[in-house]
């Protein structure tokens, strides 16, 4: 067995027994599951806006009971009241979230809604009734004006990689969810790997290893080391997030696009197999760029207190091309979305996100590929210059001039 091989088993065996990366991986598996459950655990135990008592007029409640079924659990339908509720009424009547006293007047339909949270309830309601409104107020039955005020519209796609609305929305929170991922999977263990290199560093191992051990190929184990923990932890992640159901994907695309038809799509994990290869593609290159920077960068300081400043301008091309993914979803072809996704270090993110989206020419995902892979084969062979100095120089921090020389060599 040569030597990467032996360091690579050594340091892969080290980093998936360690407790940062069973901690890590068993804390985003129950994040997961408490972003599935806690919802409906929190709404159950204090109530929410959609879980609603109705009060007042028999004939009237009757009606809008089935007016709002669709967007309400009506949980209790009560008698006019006699006071305005209290929390303990509230409590009392299955923990509701709002109830809502309803009757006639001169102008209609008169609502008074006594809520746990007023700032979050009114529109859907208000919505859903308005059918109500205009029957009482026309003579017309409730049923013909539902008719009339439902416009029925189906969107169909024109020129795109989606034929229909509910598709292109779960394309987006797939989008959302895997670039996440992503995000988190590159941040986590790219700063494992920086810490990793600072306590071989500042405890002298370092010295031990380098004196054994071709920096470069030290380099290289551990960068593939974590770079494997990172997919194991990545699975994990997916897994859980797939087997967790509706409610845990609908929260992941919460904040792309919507997310009904997402939980449809990402259930049975209807991905191409086309954007899963390209995930995992974009996933290594881009974790092999940013891996081998903080691994460099580890190798410069002197006190693991400086692992802090010295992570910190690595950390924004991450949450930039981040931002820059989230941009995609909506404008996957912008010009200058086309650009980002042809620039190391934030074309995983952004190339990834317009190939789930829309229909990119294979020369462009060709091209930003090989970028990607030309950037990764010139940072690991600049990083491994500076990471062999970088471990046996100790005292003061090397000057930019000192690695600017170092880079030269």
């Known amino acids: 067995m040569n030597v990467l091989a032996v360091i690579y088993n050594a340091e892969f065996l080290r980093r998936i027994t360690s407790r940062s990366f069973l901690a890590g991986t068993v804390i985003g598996a129950v994040g997961i599951l408490l972003i599935s459950v806690l919802p409906n655990v929190l ?3 204090g109530g929410d806006t959609k879980r609603i008592a109705l009060a007042g007029d028999p004939l009237v409640t009757a ?7 669709r967007d309400f659990k009506i949980v209790a339908v009560l008698p006019p009241l006699a006071a305005p509720p ?20 001169a ?3 008169r609502v008074v809604a006594y809520a746990r949270d007023p700032s979050q309830f009114r529109g859907t309601f208000a919505r859903d009734l308005a059918p109500l409104q ?8 409730v049923t013909a004006v539902r008719e009339h005020l439902t416009v029925p519209v189906e969107v ?20 959302y969810l895997f670039v996440f991922l992503l995000y988190l999977a590159i941040l986590l263990n790219a700063q494992s790997i920086m810490a990793s290199v600072a306590e071989e560093k500042t405890s002298r191992i370092a010295e031990l290893l380098v004196a054994a051990v071709d920096p470069a190929q030290l380099l290289t184990a551990k960068v593939l080391a974590s770079a494997s923990t990172g997919f194991i932890q990545l699975g994990v992640w997916v897994l859980v997030g797939i087997l967790s159901g509706r409610e845990a994907s609908t929260m992941f695309a919460h904040n792309a696009a919507g997310a009904e038809s997402l939980a449809n799509a990402v259930g049975p994990l209807a991905v191409p197999p086309g954007e899963v290869l390209g995930f995992i593609a974009f996933f290594f290159v881009g974790f092999l760029q940013y891996a081998v920077l903080y691994a460099a960068a580890a190798s410069l300081i002197n006190r693991t207190e400086d692992l802090g400043s010295v992570a910190m301008p690595l950390v924004i091309p991450v949450v930039v091309g981040f931002i820059l993914a989230q941009i995609g979803l909506n404008f996957p072809n912008a010009p200058w979305m086309q650009f980002f996704s042809q620039v190391p270090l934030l074309s995983p993110f952004v190339m990834f996100t317009r190939i789930a989206v829309s229909n990119v020419p294979v020369w462009q995902v060709v091209l930003s590929l090989a970028l990607d892979v030309v950037a990764a084969y010139v940072l690991v062979r600049l990083a491994g210059k500076v990471y062999r100095v970088g471990l046996l120089l100790y005292g003061r921090p090397p000057s930019f001039r000192q690695i600017l020389v170092t880079l030269r060599s």
Do not use: W, Y
């Not at 205009?134 to 039955?141: D, N, S």
């Open 86 to 105: 209290t929390t303990e009424f509230l409590d009392q009547n299955g923990r509701v979230g709002v109830i809502a006293e309803l009757s006639r007047d």
């Open 107 to 109: 102008k209609g339909l």
């Open 63 to 69: 009606t809008a009971r089935t007016l709002l079924a």
């Open 156 to 175: 169909r796609g024109v020129g795109g990689k989606f034929a229909d609305e509910s598709s292109a929305v779960a394309a987006k929170g797939v989008a």
């Open 134 to 141: 205009i029957a009482l107020g026309t003579g017309l039955p």
């Open 43 to 45: 709404g159950n135990l």
